[in-house]
């Protein structure tokens, strides 16, 4: 299997590139962002719980987010190999999920980090906020989203070079160039 971690504050483009990803290798993909939206949008107990971080730009408790790929994981049948994108978020989602793929007698190859200053962050999110609808793309949320970024995810990077599979990639200029950068650090470590 190929298993790819796409990595970086909000706004570093996670989410395109892993369109260009499932294409080029064919895989699954999994975004836990997505996966709550859903719930929220679907009214459902998980997805109020979920609102309630959310829109504070705060994380979702660990024990929801690893419960919920956990399921996904046992119901996904057979792949080529899975993009997690926006998971994992801590260092403990990290460890929860080398310990899932080992039952599954595989894990991550790499974890793509997307490298993009604070500034245009800011700006990109304050863009999609025009089309976005979601609750979450406006600038007090968006400085609180970073914020939590610094402090809780930023650590997962380390933990990935630990285990010698970490890539940074240059996250800004032609959305193609940075997506050869990309294949290229993933041909290198599949
Ligand atoms: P995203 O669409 O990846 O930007 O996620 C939107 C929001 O959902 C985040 O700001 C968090 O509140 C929550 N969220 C998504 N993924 C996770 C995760 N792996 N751990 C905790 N919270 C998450």
Request: glycine share 8%; aromatic share 6%; hydrophobic share 35%.
């Amino acid at each position: 299997m190929l298993n790819i971690v796409i990595f970086g504050p909000p706004g570093s483009g996670k989410g395109t590139q892993s369109e260009n990803l499932i294409k080029e290798y064919n895989l699954a993909h999994i975004s836990t962002g997505d996966l709550l939206r859903k719930e929220i949008n679907t009214n459902t107990e998980l997805g109020a719980l979920a609102k309630s971080y959310i829109d504070k730009g705060e994380l979702v408790p660990d024990e929801v987010i690893i419960n919920m790929i956990d399921s996904y994981l046992d119901r996904m049948g057979r792949v080529n190999g899975v993009i997690f994108d926006g998971f994992p978020r801590t260092v403990a989602q990290a460890g929860a999920l080398r310990d899932l793929l080992k039952t599954y007698k595989t894990k991550i190859n790499v974890c793509l980090n997307l490298e993009v200053p604070n500034d245009e962050l800011m700006k990109r999110l304050i863009e999609r906020g025009k089309t976005s609808g979601r609750s979450d793309d406006n600038e007090e949320t968006i400085a609180k989203r970073l914020a939590t970024y610094e402090k809780q995810t930023k650590p997962v990077l380390d933990f990935y070079k630990k285990e010698g599979v970490a890539a940074n990639i240059k996250g800004i200029g032609e959305i193609s160039a940075i997506f050869d950068d990309i294949k290229a650090a993933v041909d290198a470590k599949k």
